[in-house]
């Protein structure tokens, strides 16, 4: 994380005084700048590369069985009204020669969900990325997520949830192994 931008401080304080609240009251003095370092965070994902995150992590191996890594954490920010949405990723590959270290399917999660984003993007781009890592024969990513935009405002749905998903390669093509990948995530989905 960089430097807090001034403009950003700037527009932080523009907007609490659009809604109605005195930026200059003790309780908001600091406010601007917390709320641009929080951003600076938020929406650390600009900032990255798949390379970057992924840091030489690709590692020639035998063996071609599927592997999956579950319950990945994610939180992001709607792109229609910046409002927070989060939940849990489960990606699947299968290897054709290259494995990638475990940690970095986290850290490939956080370079697309720290953006400003929708769920179903960021299921693609997860997907995309492993594909483009490490050419499997095949590429798995589901992804359920609760939505403030839809739970906090609007239709105010609390217990609502988004399941997307995205299958390439053997996953897309052979029935079996989507529904090998589907049965071993399947007892996380909403357990929580």
């Known amino acids: 994380m960089g430097a807090v931008r001034p403009d950003l401080k700037l527009l932080t304080h523009d907007w609490l005084s659009a809604i109605g609240e005195d930026p200059e009251r003790e309780g908001l003095l600091k406010t601007p700048e917390r709320v641009a370092k929080a951003w600076g965070f938020l929406t ?8 970057g995150v992924t840091n030489d ?22 792109e229609h009204h910046m409002l927070p949405f989060y939940g849990r990723a489960h990606i699947a590959y299968i290897p054709d020669g290259k494995i990638l270290g475990l940690s970095k399917f986290a850290r490939i999660v956080d370079l697309y969900a720290r953006r400003l984003q929708v769920q179903e993007r960021i299921t693609t781009q997860v997907a995309d990325a492993v594909l483009e890592l490490l050419a499997p024969k095949g590429v798995a990513v589901l992804m359920e997520g609760v939505h403030l935009c839809m739970a906090m405002r609007g239709v ?3 217990n609502s949830s988004t399941t997307t998903s995205a299958m390439r390669g053997l996953f897309k093509d052979d029935a079996r192994t989507r529904a090998e990948f589907m ?10």
């Open 44 to 51: 650390g994902g600009y900032t990255q590369t798949l390379t």
């Open 156 to 158: 105010q749905k609390q």
């Open 183 to 192: 049965s071993a995530v399947q007892g996380t989905l909403r357990s929580r």
């Open 57 to 78: 992590a690709v590692f020639e191996a035998e063996g071609s069985e599927m592997v999956i890594v579950k319950d990945i954490e994610f939180y992001s920010m709607c």
